[in-house]
């Protein structure tokens, strides 16, 4: 005894996936922020204890520039910053898309009687 999906049910199984896709993503770019993040922070223990006034070359691209510690250092707490901001809100959106999803799958298993 099969049962044939209406075409609102097909719409909400196709949403579903397009859902479970944007978590993909958002995790994704979750995991790519953190990567950032670890070696924004790496970079700053790199330069504990250095003057900052010293100067350094710092890789931007494919060309080097001449920069003092103290930029360096700045530079990469503002980016640690965005870094965190960013992850944030990719945690958030994670879990308002899970939610929706869990929600429309709880809606779709009682419409279809299933536990």
């Known amino acids: 005894m099969s ?6 049910q097909e719409a909400e199984i196709k949403h579903n996936k397009n859902l479970s896709q944007q978590l993909s993503t958002l995790q994704q770019n979750r995991m790519s922020i953190m990567t950032a993040l670890q070696e924004a922070e790496s970079a700053l223990k790199e330069l ?5 006034n010293e100067e350094i070359f710092r890789l931007a691209g494919s060309l080097m520039f001449k920069t003092t510690v103290g ?3 700045e530079k990469l707490i503002q980016n640690k910053e965005i ?17 929706k999803m869990k929600e429309l799958e709880n809606k779709l298993k009682k419409e279809l009687g299933i536990q």
Do not use: H
């Not at 504990?48 to 900052?52: L, S, T, V």
């Open 48 to 52: 504990e204890g250095k003057d900052e």
């Open 3 to 8: 049962r044939q999906l209406t075409p609102k």
């Open 83 to 99: 870094y965190e901001v960013q992850i944030k809100r990719f945690e958030n959106q994670s879990k308002e898309t899970e939610q």
């Open 71 to 73: 930029k360096v250092k």
